[in-house]
């Protein structure tokens, strides 16, 4: 059997962070049993729905590398099938008419709710024989089409053909969850279909579903309620049920549901904010699964040959911003300054900023080590290199600058007399110039870093002025005597 799963978002928003993890593990468990993974957009929602998040969906699955077989299935396209379906059903009897009104059924609700039950349709319109339901539709009554819930439960065991039994409720197999079972009041005849011709979210999923082949729905546990509805139309239609995979949903640091503050509403905007897809992918896999061996720094090709559904947790996982930049920061530390320069140099041209070439920003991050754990915060500490400061941090040139003219002057001196302008001979130079002085080698060497960067934290000042070279030293140091004397 060929393994087939499906990621079916709706594009009534961006791509979170909650349904990436889903698209990734349905990814990942198609690509480990060499299967088929499917793109369907479930646009179906007339009001809701809009082009505009069906394009950065799809963006967002490219950049994550969540590549898709076959096209992109758009479910509004298969109206017409779920259409037919519905009226099959209809024809089978496995399904009927419902002509009440909303007014009626509502009516029926508060009644239900005053007597402290739940609602469920008591089914009026299931009594009504085929010939008055043909009549009152060709006279233009208005209706729905509800699924005749069967007398059985589902099987006990997935991929095989749906048997009633006695008990009239549903009982399915779950990976995560084990054996799930629904009582019989705890069911209702569900609408599939409107009477103007527009089926319903249930209908569509499971026509698409049953056409694609889908083997495997691997989902949130907030669809566990869907599920049995699903498995009526399933059971209507006489049709096997796919493997069913309810994974736990995604926490906030406060044990809730993960909000907006804490975990991005458009996964793009990790993009933005300099992170790398292998590192959120790595991060995504982590949040209720984990490596056979406890590894945890792991690229995508290590995370399909090592992914495995019954590595997946039933705990819920709790998100954590410092843990996906502590596994951003591995990934793009990982490789050599060449290849980061190559990520950093796509990043700046992105933000629409000109880099220097990949050679020039080699050398730099070789100076800067591993400082920054995302591409935003490594392009902030050596952007200096190519950008002249045009304003110093406030505090740290009040306390290392302000009231030191003749240091800064004796500082520049000392620069442009420098016979081997090379950051280890420099630093050696400006402790033993330091200690003549009287001064202390950190204030002096914060006053070299304040005026070459405008920071007080950057990268090895030393290795940084070698690197800019004597006549770039030389201009900023002026630079800076020039904000000084502005001061009164």
Known sequence: MTIITRFPPSPTGTLHVGSARTALFNFLFARAQGGKFLLRIEDTDRERSRAEY???????????????????????RNAGIHRQTAERLLEQG??????????????????????????????TCRRLDHAESDRRAAAGERFVVRVIKPAGSAPPAPQVPASPTPAGGITYQDLLHGTITLREEDLDDIIVMKGDGRPLYHLAVVCDDIAAGVTHVIRGDDH????????????????????????????????????KREGAENVLEYREAGFLPDAVLNFLALL??????????????????????????????????????????????????????????????????TPPSTADLSAMLKVNGERGDTLAEIADYVRFFWVRPKTYDEQAFKKFLEGRKDLVEKIRREFEALAD???????????D?????????????????????GKSVSPPIFQS???????????????AQEALATQK
């Open 224 to 259: 566990l309620d869907n599920t049995p509805k699903q498995i009526v139309i399933y059971q209507a239609l006489g049709e096997k049920l796919p493997t069913y995979v309810h994974i736990p949903l995604i926490l906030g640091s406060d044990r809730k549901r993960l909000s």
């Open 465 to 479: 002025a070698a690197l800019l070279g004597r006549t770039e030293t030389l201009l900023r140091i002026d630079a």
């Open 288 to 353: 209720g699964w984990s490596h056979p061996e406890g590894r945890e720094i792991l690229g995508r090709d290590e995370l399909i040959r090592a992914f495995s559904l019954d590595r997946v947790g039933t705990a819920a996982a709790v998100f954590d911003l410092t843990k996906l930049r502590f596994l951003n920061g591995k990934h793009v530390h990982g490789g050599p300054p060449e290849a980061r320069a190559r990520l950093l140099a796509d990043y700046l041209t992105r933000r629409g900023e």
């Open 94 to 123: 496995a399904a009927y008419r419902c002509f009440c009104t909303e007014e009626s059924l509502e009516a029926k609700r508060v009644a239900m709710r005053t007597q402290g039950k739940p609602y469920r349709y008591d089914r």
């Open 433 to 453: 110039f330091s200690e003549r002085g009287g001064l202390k080698f950190k204030e002096v060497g914060q006053a070299i870093r304040v005026m070459l960067t």
């Open 54 to 76: 069906a394009d950065q969906i799809i963006a967002a699955m490219k950049w994550l590398g969540l590549d898709w077989d076959g096209e992109i299935v758009y479910q509004s």
């Open 421 to 431: 302008f090379e950051g280890e001979s420099m630093e050696i130079f400006f402790r």
